[in-house]
């Protein structure tokens, strides 16, 4: 599976952005997708999830601000991001998975494919 993310920019506090991560190589409905973040000096973290039936699953800092949604016709997988806020700035990663089970999926390393990151910055 080969993952290409997109979307990451500046934005001002509060805010939004749209990224995007578009996959190819495999049956991309059957697959579990991720994106995770990296902050500077910080390790990589769960943001959010999607499941192939559709369900989703968020880091509560998140949670009412992010939303993951899938696209299997355009094997596309977004995280919309909205109120963003200055600690929401990191290099932004999506993650794929054929074979994961819930408690797999808030893990980075249960992942096996990824792309190479966006990064969004949030000023204050």
């Known amino acids: 599976v080969q993952l290409q993310a997109s979307g990451g920019g500046l934005v001002q506090a509060g805010g939004s952005l749209r990224l995007t991560c578009a996959a190819s190589g495999r049956t991309f409905s059957r697959l579990s997708m991720g994106w995770f973040r990296q902050a500077p000096g910080k390790e990589r973290e769960f943001v959010a999830a999607?499941?192939?039936?559709?369900?989703?699953y968020y880091l509560d800092s998140v949670k009412g601000r992010f939303t993951i949604s899938r696209d299997n016709a355009k094997n596309t997988v977004y995280l919309q991001m909205n109120s963003l806020k200055p600690e929401d700035t990191a290099v932004y990663y999506c993650?794929?998975?054929?074979?994961?089970?819930?408690?797999?999926?808030?893990?980075?390393?249960?992942?096996?494919?990824w792309g190479q990151g966006t990064l969004v910055t949030v000023s204050s």
């Open positions: 999607i499941r192939s039936s559709g369900h989703t």
């Open positions: 993650a794929a998975d054929g074979g994961l089970i819930l408690s797999q999926l808030r893990n980075d390393r249960a992942y096996d494919y």
